[in-house]
């Protein structure tokens, strides 16, 4: 794992103290030492200032009983994963007063000088609060923006058919020879629009999620078998490299199945014709599961990738790019990620994680 330069000076000014001789002077950042259990053993006078709690207050007390719940769930699968020695983390901490403030802490173990064993840990930590709100404040923004593209998109998708829904009631006032004709465009249109009405009230108001524990194979398995025929149409080859090792997941199945089919569906309107698709689920360490679908299609370019998942946007010729946005939030959902890389004329590759269940 990595960290930053100033990670590395603000670390080194705690772990080149000895773990009994910590220096506690009065900047803004907070430095503590704590047992490997994580119990205070020490800690700089500022922390006053900055938590509202005495040093005498916080020793034998332990640091995970200060943490906001939710961020020490986070916390516990990231110290976890942790395979350094020294890390940083971001969590919300209380304040005497009850409030919850941003620390951005930087850990150091330190090891038994002759057993090499880790014994206890020293850690620096300061105040990012301002940060957080700014990044919120971003964000809030970001959010706006993108509900005036929905806005402005919807307004555009449904419009054309129901213009062209007008137009054609106009026609069935002049002309009932082709009223059947008519009809059967008209349908079309309004399932369009029913389409993209489906879509949004994904995004806007998501359903009851019914979460279960799911073998990940056997949900693939049974996608790709929905779309086995499709393929064969347009000549194209699904191959599948599933780990033999059953990984089994917490997830709504129903919703998980959608995004795999929407992600294939898409990988096989990319190919002309004569392609292959591989798709591959693995194990990509002890807490998470990768499905990665690669296809040898058109590609897109680099500049339109960051694109991928905004409302409207698309790259094919049909559809209003409401789909991987879909994915985008069911994923989200399920605490998983999307990630994308492509190459025109070489094809592209859609990567999911998803929280591996250990039984």
């Given at each position: 794992?990595?960290?930053?330069?100033d990670?590395?000076?603000?670390?080194?000014s705690?772990?080149?103290?000895?773990?009994h001789?910590?220096?506690?002077?009065q900047?803004?950042?907070v430095k503590?030492?704590?047992s490997?259990?994580?119990?205070y053993?020490?800690?700089?006078?500022?922390c006053?200032?900055?938590?509202?709690?005495?040093?005498q207050?916080?020793?034998?007390?332990?640091?995970?009983?200060f943490?906001?719940?939710?961020?020490?769930k986070k916390l516990?699968m990231?110290?976890e994963k942790?395979n350094?020695?020294i890390?940083?983390?971001n969590?919300?901490i209380?304040?005497?007063?009850?409030?919850?403030?941003?620390?951005?802490?930087?850990v150091a173990?330190i090891?038994?000088?002759?057993?090499?064993?880790?014994v206890?840990?020293?850690a620096v930590?300061?105040?990012?609060?301002h940060r957080?709100?700014?990044?919120?404040?971003?964000m809030?923004?970001?959010?706006?923006?993108v509900t005036?593209q929905?806005a402005?998109?919807i307004a555009?998708?449904?419009?054309?058919?129901?213009t062209?829904?007008k137009?054609f009631l106009?026609?069935?006032?002049?002309?009932?020879?082709?009223?059947?004709?008519?009809f059967?465009?008209?349908e079309?249109?309004?399932?369009?629009?029913?389409?993209?009405?489906?879509?949004?009230?994904?995004?806007a108001?998501?359903?009851?999620t019914?979460?279960?524990f799911?073998?990940l194979q056997?949900?693939?398995?049974h996608?790709i078998m929905?779309?086995?025929?499709e393929?064969?149409?347009?000549?194209?080859?699904?191959?599948?490299?599933?780990?033999?090792?059953s990984?089994?997941?917490y997830?709504?199945?129903?919703k998980?199945?959608?995004?795999f089919?929407?992600?294939?569906?898409?990988?096989?309107?990319?190919?002309?014709?004569?392609?292959?698709?591989?798709?591959k689920?693995?194990?990509?360490d002890e807490h998470?599961a990768v499905i990665?679908v690669?296809?040898?299609?058109?590609?897109?370019?680099?500049h339109?990738?960051?694109?991928?998942g905004s409302p409207f946007?698309?790259?094919?010729?049909?559809?209003?790019g409401?789909?991987?946005?879909v994915?985008?939030k069911?994923?989200?959902?399920?605490n998983g990620?999307i990630s994308?890389?492509s190459e025109p004329n070489?094809g592209?590759t859609f990567?999911?994680r998803?929280p591996?269940?250990?039984?």
């Open positions: 794992m990595s960290f930053t330069t990670d590395q000076e603000r670390t080194k705690v772990s080149e103290n000895t773990p001789d910590l220096v506690l002077d900047n803004i950042d503590c030492r704590f490997l259990e994580g119990t053993l020490q800690v700089s006078p500022n006053e200032y900055l938590l509202g709690y005495t040093e207050e916080l020793i034998d007390q332990n640091y995970q009983d943490i906001h719940p939710v961020d020490l516990h990231q110290l942790m350094d020695s890390e940083t983390f969590f919300r209380q304040h005497k007063d009850g409030h919850y403030i941003w620390m951005e802490t930087t173990f090891p038994h000088p002759e057993t090499k064993q880790y206890e840990a020293v930590a300061r105040d990012i609060s957080k709100k700014t990044e919120q404040h971003m809030e923004s970001e959010k706006l923006s005036g929905l402005a998109g555009h998708e449904i419009r054309n058919p129901l062209s829904l137009g106009q026609l069935l006032k002049m002309d009932n020879d082709h009223r059947d004709d008519f059967k465009i008209m079309s249109e309004l399932t369009k629009i029913e389409t993209i009405s489906n879509e949004l009230m994904v995004l108001k998501p359903k009851q019914d979460f279960k799911h073998r056997s949900l693939l398995e996608v929905l779309l086995d025929s393929a064969f149409r347009h000549s194209i080859k699904i191959e599948q490299e599933l780990t033999e090792e990984l089994y997941v997830c709504d199945d129903t998980c199945k959608q995004v089919l929407n992600i294939l569906k898409n990988a096989i309107e990319a190919i002309e014709q004569d392609g292959k698709i591989n798709v689920v693995f194990k990509e998470t990665e690669k296809d040898n299609g058109c590609g897109i370019p680099k339109l990738l960051k694109k991928l946007f698309t790259t094919k010729k049909t559809g209003n409401l789909g991987l946005m994915c985008y069911i994923i989200e959902q399920q990620s994308i890389e070489e592209s990567t999911i998803l591996l269940y250990m039984a």
